[in-house]
T-cell receptor, first 111, second 112 residues
């Protein structure tokens, strides 16, 4: 069974401080990993996808297959980063594209 | 492009009733997926359709059904509503089955 665990429901960080949102996964195979973000009163949107290796809004995430983790990081938090963050995974190949989400972490940036 | 659209925005039903939720994908997208998001939880996969055929089904009872039309829009139907079906129902579209999924704003269903 595939599972995504986000251990922190709430995380508060001061502006300018580093941010790390934790994500661990369980999957028998080679999954694709994602971070989705939902800003206040907006729809869920893709923040980054591990295969693209892009840095979006200063966020990066490294896939650690040994620790089965995909933690989201940003060196200097900004107030506009306050949002709900969801880690998700999908399988590969026909019929395996469904997204499995974690329970989410609400990030609050303190001015 | 308005992105993925869903209707209605909000819906209130009573137990035992039936509901139909609608989704229009981004133009050119051929795959639509449905998710249920209960308060305090992440979205949970219900169905995926690609080129009008079911491509995946989550762990939901047979009361839940869906279909995709020739224009790639989709409907999610839920019969014999239970209180526990109260949730935000999200639709997501993607160009193909394995591409990035783009989410709609959701339909908030309340079952009384």
């Amino acid at each position: 069974a595939q599972r995504v665990t986000q251990p922190e429901k709430l995380l508060s960080v001061f502006k300018g401080a580093p941010v790390e949102l934790k994500c661990n996964y369980s999957y028998s195979g080679s999954p694709e990993l994602f971070w989705y973000v939902q800003y206040s009163r907006q729809r869920l949107q893709l923040l980054l996808r591990h295969i693209s290796r892009e840095s979006i809004k200063g966020f990066t995430a490294d896939l650690n297959k040994g620790e089965t983790s995909f933690h989201l990081k940003k060196p200097f938090a900004q107030e506009e980063d306050s949002a709900m963050y969801y880690c998700a995974l999908s399988g590969r190949g026909f019929g395996n594209e469904k997204l499995t989400f974690g329970t989410g972490t609400r990030l609050t940036i303190i001015p | 492009d308005a992105g993925v659209t869903q209707s209605p925005t909000h819906l209130i039903k009573t137990r035992g009733q039936h509901v139909t939720l609608r989704c229009s994908p981004i133009s050119g997208h051929k795959s639509v997926s449905w998710y249920q998001q209960v308060l305090g939880q992440g979205p949970q996969f219900i169905f995926q359709y690609y080129e009008k055929e079911e491509r995946g089904r989550g762990n939901f009872p047979d009361r839940f059904s869906a279909r995709q039309f020739p224009n790639y829009s989709s409907e999610l139907n839920v019969n014999a509503l239970l209180l526990g079906d109260s949730a935000l129902y999200l639709c997501a579209s993607s160009p193909g089955g394995a591409d990035t999924q783009y989410f709609g704003p959701g339909t908030r269903l309340t079952v009384l």
